[in-house]
């Protein structure tokens, strides 16, 4: 009887041995997995504002303050640190049968880099943007709005030197432009 326990207690720790690693990367998948939602609900939130502080109007809040916004609404994502976020900025026009007649964008690699942007700098097409803004009540007359865009890199908690750019992320917000 002496020797039965004995195996026993030795498979135990066999199986124990074999299943931990398994329960260990669950452990940390589930870490990275909420750490990364907990980041993207930073950067939606972070959209919205941005959006409803540029809807305001350019005079009120232009790029370098949307990009500060941007900056410190962010905290400790490092969002302009090391080419991780990527701000842009669209002002778009839409007449009352749904046509784009004005469309200025702006790129914010950190708060003090605007330039003008390119067909690679954004997700939403002008003709994905006529058909998002003309999906929603058709404007009355003529109406501006603004399209906040956020691109970031999340870097992984546990495995970022060991995978390059390990989960882009993107959100953006329209918002009409009020002017005021």
Known sequence: MLRRGRYQRGQSLVEVALIMPVLLVLLLATIEVAHAFHNFNILVGTSREAGRLGSRGETIFDETELATIVQDSTGNLGFFENGRGRLVIIRVGVNSSGGIYEYDC?????????????????????????????????????????????????????????????????????MPESGQ
């Open 106 to 174: 702006k790129v914010a690699t950190s708060v003090g880099s605007i330039s003008a942007c390119g067909p690679s700098d954004t997700e939403l097409t002008p003709g994905e943007l006529q058909a998002l803004l003309s999906a929603s009540s058709p404007p009355a007359e003529e109406d501006k709005f603004i399209v906040v865009e956020l691109f970031y890199n999340h870097p992984l908690l546990l495995m970022n030197s060991m995978i390059e750019n390990p989960l882009p992320m993107h959100t953006y917000s329209i």
